[in-house]
């Protein structure tokens, strides 16, 4: 993998969701419409999962365009929910592995609970939602989303997301998730590069302070997913300069998730600079796996 990995070419998109996750596209699928819009390499970020690793894999070498295996983990600082990205870890890792049984565990647990509660109110069931989630897949609120979507009781996900499956919609439950400095460590041990998720939504009002913003740095984060659709011009400026302060890679995606988000493929991108990084920085990769 190490040699073939070097020859990567660009246009980089290093952030998309496939069926394993809350994506609409089977991981090969996904790696075939990455080509098709022309991107020389595609990462395939599933949330807490890397069930589709060996399939976009198997793809990426048949067509010819370089395959980053990744993951966006879900971790908890506090009452919010932080995305960490990750990439070219042991997908074997016992620590890590572990953790990701327990949130994807957690993650059945809770939807269920959402979707009882809602159906004290409204006519969904819990075999309307797993209805749409691919076998295996990391269920979440997207899942419920489609299951409401189906039902006619609201127009679209984002709909959904903004009114019953919104924190304050009256039937909303937190996740389960380990922490942001847990999840970096997890992530490193395993051989992998922490990259954090769209860190620069809320402007200046970072969810994650400069104290401990600085504690994940000094534990190995590598860097920042400065350029997504949802990050803001004042958040971006400001992670830049911290960014320069650390020496920091700056990543930028797309979060493609198929039909479930207007997220499209290519739409931000990485420099293979920043690539470069990433690839110096993956132990598991040096191992020579
Ligand atoms: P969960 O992890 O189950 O709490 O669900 C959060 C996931 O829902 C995120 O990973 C997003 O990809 C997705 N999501 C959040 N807001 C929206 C939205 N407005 N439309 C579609 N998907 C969304
Ligand atoms: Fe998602
Ligand atoms: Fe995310
Ligand atoms: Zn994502």
């Known amino acids: 993998m190490a040699d073939d990995l070097r020859d990567f070419r660009a246009p980089i998109d290093l952030h998309t969701h496939s069926r394993m996750s809350d994506g ?7 790696v075939r419409s990455a080509a098709g819009v022309g991107l020389g390499t595609v990462a395939l970020t599933d949330h807490d999962t890397t069930a589709g690793w060996t ?17 966006e983990l879900s971790t908890r600082y506090g009452w919010q929910s932080v995305h960490m990205l990750g990439y070219l870890f042991d997908p074997a890792d016992e620590p890590l592995t572990a953790e990701l049984e327990r949130i994807r565990s957690a993650r059945l647990t809770r939807a269920e609970s959402i979707v009882e509660r809602l159906s004290a109110d409204f006519d969904l069931t819990w075999d309307d939602v797993l209805a749409h989630a691919a076998p295996g897949a990391a269920v979440g609120r997207p899942h419920i989303a489609d299951a409401l979507v189906t039902k006619g009781l609201v127009p679209d996900r984002s709909a959904a997301f903004a009114t019953l499956l919104h924190p ?3 039937y909303y439950e937190p996740l389960y998730s380990p922490t942001p400095l847990d999840g970096v460590r997890l992530i490193r041990a395993a051989g992998g590069v922490p990259v954090l998720a769209h860190p620069a939504t809320r402007g200046r009002d970072r969810i994650i302070k400069d104290v401990y913003l600085r504690r994940l740095i000094d534990s190995g984060l590598a860097g920042f997913e400065i350029d997504h659709r949802e990050n803001t011009d004042d958040g971006k400026a400001e992670l830049r300069r911290i960014a320069a302060e650390h020496d920091l890679v700056l990543t930028g995606s797309s979060d493609h998730h198929g039909e479930g988000k207007p997220n499209r493929l290519g739409e931000n991108t990485t420099s293979p600079q920043a690539l470069e990084r990433i690839l110096d920085e993956s132990a598991y990769l040096a191992r020579g796996v």
Do not use: K, Y
Not at 24 to 30: D, F, G, I, K
Not at 58 to 64: C, D, H, K, L, V
């Open 24 to 30: 609409t596209q089977s991981p090969e699928e996904l």
């Open 55 to 71: 399939d976009a894999a198997a793809t990426a070498s048949e067509i010819g365009i370089t395959f980053i295996p990744g993951i």
């Open 168 to 170: 304050r919609g009256g």
